[in-house]
């Protein structure tokens, strides 16, 4: 079984020892490891172009087109059975090349646009899709903060599983992190963490979130947005909308039992969401051809000139 860790902190620095003893306690039970420092690789910032999505629902394949390292990651993720990820906190939540690296998998990595993808090109004679892109796969994040700010970052973690819809087995924030090296239970954690992520790789289809209850009883977010003037609750990551019970000592999230089958991490929702968004595609497709888009386009094209480095002034 193949385990691959993650460190997006400094070299040498507390992510990187962390990831490290987790990939030891992988070792531990037998896994075959690998590491990466992602600071060591050219992965640039996603520019929106959408030709990611778009390839996949032309049948296309699965293709992005930036040119940089990130093929050649994606090749270790996409072999791995198992992934360890350690982010240090920055701004409350994880790293700008983590929210770099979601981006530039979200849309490309979904599950449900995979499989509609895969589809596609089956019926139309288009580019096969690698299947290890649906491959089941578990993984456990850590976020290391150099203080006790870190109420985003385990969202933000979660949600780099949630396109993919990987198991996430643990996703433990550890705070002071220049005390972590001086704390020998913090350093168990960590090397728990990898025992239990390959255990978890070893029979992936038993495997499950092992890790504390969260507030949301389907992903365990304890992120939500609140609707000013309601009742109404959203969970900042799975989407389920329902309301905060006062159970007296505690709240309670609870939803109908029919909005489960909305939840983003789920295959039903991933597949509602792309109707959403196709519908939504198409109707922008008519609207390009009208005079109104043209003149709105016409008006902000030659509006402003946006600055550049070499020409600010
Ligand atoms: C840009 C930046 C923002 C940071 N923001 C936070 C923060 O919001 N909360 C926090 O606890 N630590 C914050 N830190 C501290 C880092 O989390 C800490 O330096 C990191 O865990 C060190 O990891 P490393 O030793 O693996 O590089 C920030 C550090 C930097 C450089």
Redesign the pocket.
């Known amino acids: 079984m193949k385990i691959l860790g993650i460190s997006f902190?400094?070299k040498n620095?507390?992510?990187?020892s962390m990831c490290k003893e987790a990939l030891m306690g992988a070792q531990e039970l037998g896994a075959e490891v690998k590491f990466v420092h992602i600071l060591d690789w050219d992965i640039k910032n996603c520019t929106g172009c959408v030709a990611c999505s778009r390839s996949l629902v032309t049948g296309k394949g699965n293709l992005c087109s930036l040119k940089d390292d990130l093929e050649e990651l994606l090749e270790l993720i996409l072999d791995a059975d198992g992934i360890i990820m350690s982010t240090?906190?920055?701004?409350?939540g994880a790293t700008g090349l983590f929210h770099t690296l979601n981006d530039r998998l979200g849309p490309r990595a979904d599950k449900g646009m995979n499989i509609i993808g895969m589809k596609i090109a089956e019926e139309h004679g288009g580019k096969p899709i690698d299947p290890r892109w649906i491959k089941d796969k578990v993984i456990s994040f850590m976020s290391?903060?150099?203080?006790?700010?870190?109420t985003g970052a385990q969202v933000d973690c979660a949600m780099l599983a949630l396109p993919w819809a990987w198991k996430v087995v643990e996703n433990k924030v550890f705070?002071w992190?220049k005390k972590i090296l001086m704390d020998d239970s913090k350093i168990a954690e960590a090397h728990e963490l990898g025992k239990n992520l390959a255990a978890a790789a070893a029979d992936i289809e038993k495997a499950r979130w092992i890790g504390p209850e969260g507030m949301c009883p389907h992903c365990h977010c304890n992120n939500f947005n609140i609707e000013p003037g309601s009742k109404k609750v959203v969970c900042c990551l799975c989407g389920i909308e329902g309301t905060l019970v006062d159970d007296g000592d505690r709240f309670s999230f609870v939803y109908p039992e029919a909005r489960l089958q909305l939840a983003h991490d789920t295959l039903p929702g991933k597949f509602k969401h792309a109707e959403d968004i196709k519908e939504l595609e198409g109707s922008f497709m008519e609207f390009v051809k009208t005079d109104k888009y043209k003149t709105l386009m016409n008006k902000y094209k030659t509006y402003i000139e946006p600055l550049t480095p070499q020409n600010r002034h």
């Not at 620095?13 to 990187?16: E, K, L, M, T």
């Open positions: 902190g400094s620095g507390a992510n990187d240090p906190v920055f701004e409350k290391i903060g150099g203080s006790d700010w870190g705070q992190s």
